[in-house]
């Protein structure tokens, strides 16, 4: 995928948010059931940049939610999957007060792991809107087939280290209208659903797989081929930013999504719900860290890919209902 494609996908920033989260009703009074509850709801409080001039941020049109800090000054670049946007402001604040030198000097970005992998082919150069800017990562995180990929093709070196593991949830809006009890019910007719779009989004191989757990190769196509054609499937660009904005939208009435992204919902006081998926028929992601071979700054990148396996990271994962990586 070339810039111009990048341009159009990043560009649609329905999105995004924070660990420090603020509840609906603050962030966007008279939100109502949620539909006009906008990123970021952080307020800009997930920025690590201590300097930071200007503000302006404007919701719905100018807030860039998927990149925090200063590339111009960072000492520290951490391309990570979106899977886990929401708990990044805590281990950054944990990491910088273990090496309170690079407070304020580590940049990062959170989009789907997929479109880092092409920000890195692209030598580090995005552009979003009208604006394009080049900053090169020293550490990639994804899921661990995503990092174990980038070895192998030599953008990164070995070992990669994993440390934590997540499980796969329905998310609904408050309430649960649509009274989904299953991952059986996504097939239902008049059902909409919203689903990461395969192409460029990870979890939607899970998500595929669960649902071929749960109600064989019908469901999947019904899920993913038939509803696309007719409308009830919505496919996402960025999903744990699109799925939760659309369902508080009523745009759709449920969606597959990371169980820790609809805890993090629940915990911001936005109005989303979650269905559980029982083990038989769920899916679990294992995430891995690397650092990437053209480093600029291997020290930091190394200190920082030990750290996501370590007591004071992984008690920050588990608020959000990740478990610990345990080896088989």
Known sequence: MGRPMLKML???VFAASSAVAVPASAANAGAGAGANVYPPWSHGRNDPAVERGLEFTVAEVDNLPDFHGDPGNAQLVVFVGGNYYFAMAPLVAQFEAEHPDLRGKIYYETIPPGLLVRQIEHGGTITVGNMTW????????AGMKGVQNMIDRGYARAPMVRYATNDLAIMVPRGNPAGIKSLADLAKPGVRVVMPNPQFEGIARQIKAALVKAGGAALERTVYDVKVKNGETILTHIH?????????QGKADAGVTWKSEAIFQEQSGNPIDHVVIPAAHNATAIYAAAVLKDAA???????WVQFLKSPPALAIFARYGFKPYRPE
């Not at 080049?134 to 995180?141: G, L, Q, R």
């Not at 744990?240 to 508080?248: A, C, D, Y």
């Open 134 to 141: 080049t900053v090169k990562a020293d550490v990639f995180a």
């Open 297 to 303: 700054h291997p020290k930091a990148a190394e200190a």
């Open 10 to 12: 990043l560009a649609v």
């Open 240 to 248: 744990h930013r699109q799925s939760p904005m659309f369902l508080m």
